[in-house]
C-alpha cells in the first residue's frame, strides 16, 4: 500500500529549501498575507497543484444569476469536494446589485474560513461607461490616468478607493482582513480590454499597474499582486519584480503540449524573479461534454507528463465561472455521467488539491519549526503484510467525524473519535484504487486522499 502524504506535510518537508528571499513585495504585509505567500511558494515546489474556479459558490450552471448558497458548487455537486481557489472580480462588487455584492462577499468570508485561497480579477468598466472592452472606450484612457489629464486619474484613483474599502472593511472577519491575490488589468497584450495592446503602449500600461500597486500596497496590507498576460508570454508589459508577486498565464482551448511549453516559458521566468507562477485562466469554452474531458485528457498531462519538470511547478490553476450565460467549465449536476466521470478522475489525481485537501494554507506555522502534531492535520501509514490502516489524527475536538469514501464518493466507512488519536480501521474492504478521508469537528474539515496498490 501507497500512501501519499498530507499537503501540509509536504509543505513542512520542502520549507527549508526556501525560507530566504520569497520574492514578496511589501515587507508590511500582514502576518496571513506572508504566511499565504510562502505556503503557496512550498505548493509550488512541489508537484501539487490546486484546482480553482471563478465565482465557483455563488454561481452554478443551472442559473443566470448569482446565488447566496455559499457551500454549494458544480464543482462539489459532482466530485464532492469544492475548487482550493475561488476566484472573485470586483467589477460584481461596484458594477451589480448590492444583494449580488453580498452573495459574493459571504462567498469570500466561507472560503477564507475554510481555508481556500482567494484571488480578485477586476473587469473595471472604463469612464463614462459601463463596458471593459476597448472598442467604445474613452480615448487615451490609460495615457491620461497615468499623465493625470482630463481628471481621468482622479476617476480611477476613486474607483480604486471603493475596492480599497471592500478590501479593508467588507472581507472581513473578526480581526482577521482577509488575504487576497489581486491580478488587475490582467490579459494586457490583447486588443479587448481598455487598458490593452490597442488601447496603449507597453510603457505606458507598466506605469499604470506600478500606480495601482503603490497606491493600494500605502493603503491596505492584506494584498498580494499577479501580473497575468494573455498567450504567449509578453515580457514587455511586465511591470517589474518590485510590482509583482505571482506571474501567472491566460491560455484557454489548449492541446498539452503547448501547455506544456508555454508553462515552461512561464516558470523559468518566475524562477529567474524568484516569484511564484500561476495558470490563473484556462479552460474550454464550449457547450458539452468536452469541457469536462479537458481537465483529465489535456490540461493534467501537459502538466505531469513533462520532461523538463517544469510544467506542474505551478500554485495553482483556475478556470472561468460556471453559468448559463457563460459556458460549463467544469461538469454540473446535469452533465452526462461520462463528463462527470471523467472530472472525477482529474479530482483524483494525486496531484491536484481540491478544497478537501487544503489545509493551514494562512497559518504562520507552516514556515517555521512548530512540530506537525500541534497543527490539525491527518497522518495515514501503511502497515505491511497487514489488514489494517493506520491513521494517526491531531487537533480536533472530542466526537469529530471520521468518514472513507471510495472513488464514487460513497461512504464506505464511518466513526466517531475522542479527537487526537490512532485508529486503524480494517483494510480488507480496499480494493487497488484512490480513497478519501474525512475528519470533521464542526470548526475545521480536512481530507485527504490515499491510494492502495
Known sequence: MIIRLPLLLISLGCSMIILNGFGQIDADATIQSKALYRNLKVVAESKNILFGQEFFNSFRYSAGSAHGDKDYSDSKAVTGSHPAVLGSDFHYYLEKTATERLYHTEAVKWAFQQGYVITFDWHLSARGTSSYQFVGSPPDLVNNIVSDLNGDRAWFLGELDKVIDIINHDLKIGNDTIPIVFRPFHEMNGNWF??????????TYRALYALTVNYVRDRTKSVLFCWSP???????????????????????????????????????????HNKVAVLSETGNRVIGDNASTYWNDIVLPALLNDPSEKAWKIGWLLTWINASWAFPYVPHALSSQSAKNSFISFMQSPNIIFGNEISAMYSEELITSVAPKEIPHIEVYPIPASSELTVEIYGFKRGASVIFYDQTRRVMNSITVSGEEIIHPSVSFFAPGIYWIQVSDGLKSIGRKFVVN
Not at 490593452?196 to 510603457?203: I, K, L, V, Y
Open 194 to 203: 481598455w487598458w490593452g495592446s490597442a488601447a496603449t503602449s507597453a510603457t
Open 230 to 272: 494573455n498567450i504567449p508570454l509578453d515580457l514587455n508589459y511586465y511591470p517589474g519584480d518590485e510590482y509583482v508577486d505571482f506571474v501567472g498565464l491566460d491560455y484557454y482551448e489548449v492541446n498539452a503540449a503547448t501547455l506544456r511549453t508555454q508553462l515552461g516559458v512561464l516558470v523559468d521566468f518566475a524562477v529567474q
